[in-house]
C-alpha cells in the first residue's frame, strides 16, 4: 500500500462532504450525541459504521482482538464507562464475525507469547460451553458457535458491570449480541435476552 494514497483518499473524502453539505465539518466540531456503543473485533474486514449503514456522530466505537469484555482490561471498562454515563448511550452492542482469527487461534494448542492471557478467555467461553461444543463435529460449525457464544458471554460480562445495571434501571439502557457474516455481509442479532441473564446474575452480581 501506498501510504500516499491515503492522503490523497482522505483529500477526495473532504470534496465530497463539502460538496453535500459545506457546513458537515463545522457541524461535526460542535460534538457527538451517539445512541449506540459498539465493542467489535479488530478485524480488518469489519467496519462497524459501514455495517450498519451509520456515520460519523452516530456510533461510539470500541473494537479489540475477538470483541471481548474483560473485566481488568481498563481500556474496554473505560469506554463503557465514558459511553454509558456521560454520553448517556441507549444500547450497547457486542458485535462477533464468524472467521474470527482470534476465535480459531485460542482453540489451537501453540503458544502465542503476549496473546495467551487474552486468547485464554474465549478458551473459558469454550470450557462453559464444552458440552454444546464438543457435540459439533464439523470443525468450522465450531468455531461459528464458539464466536455467538463468546458474543453472548461478552454480553454477560457487560449486565455485570455497574454502569450498565444503573443505566438500565434509571433510562433502560439495553445489551444486545450481534454477529457479522463476512461471507455474505448479514448482520444476525443473536436476541440475547437481557432481563433473563440480568435476572440470573443477580444474586452474585448484583450492585447497587
Known sequence: MDLKSVFENNAKWISQKLGADKDYFENLGKGQNPELLYIGCSDSR?????LMGLGPGEV???RNIANMVISIDLNVMSVVNYAVEHLKVNHVVVCGHYACGG??????SADLGILNPWLRNIRDVYRIHRNEL??????????DRLVELNVQEQCVNLIKTAAVQK????RGLTVHGWVFDVH????IDLKIDFERI???IMEIYHLD
Open 198 to 200: 440480568l435476572r440470573n
Open 184 to 187: 455474505s455481509g448479514k448482520l
Open 134 to 143: 464438543n457435540g459439533i463435529e464439523d470443525e468450522e460449525n465450531r468455531y
Open 103 to 108: 476465535v480459531k487461534a485460542a482453540m489451537q
Open 167 to 170: 443505566a438500565y434501571r434509571d
Open 60 to 62: 461510539f466505537v470500541h
Open 46 to 50: 469489519v467496519t462497524a459504521e459501514d
